[in-house]
């Protein structure tokens, strides 16, 4: 499962083939899931024919809401970052939090957002390199 952060949104809906390439056969094959705020982060600059997008997107796939359990991991992964004085913003403790609890790949262009040693964040050319390596293998 791959959990786009709204870096990946923005790249995947300006046509970004390192992207594209990635996420086009995720959501075929039902192995995306959307943060309810990677989603709204998107949303605030969106026009009106990236919400349109997005609108099917969400009625096709679904997005991941901040229920008890994704709260309670936000906090304790941003509590964890302000122990260790690392600048981490709350709304991307949700984002991560969202990818610990549903087992999902954070994939993000900005690793740094995310100094979570038990959370899997990749950039799009790690999982570019794993599929090419698995593709070769078959």
Known sequence: MILPDTNILIAYFNDYKPVTTLL??????????????????????????????VDQMIAKMGVIPIDRGVMDQAVRLRKQVLRKTKRTHLLDCFIAATAKVYGATLLTFDRNDYPFRDIAVRQPEDLKKRRKTKSSKV
């Open 24 to 53: 086009d056969p995720a959501i075929e094959e039902k192995q995306l899931l959307l943060s309810i705020i990677a989603v709204g982060e998107f949303l605030v600059k969106a026009t009106v024919e990236e919400e349109k997008a």
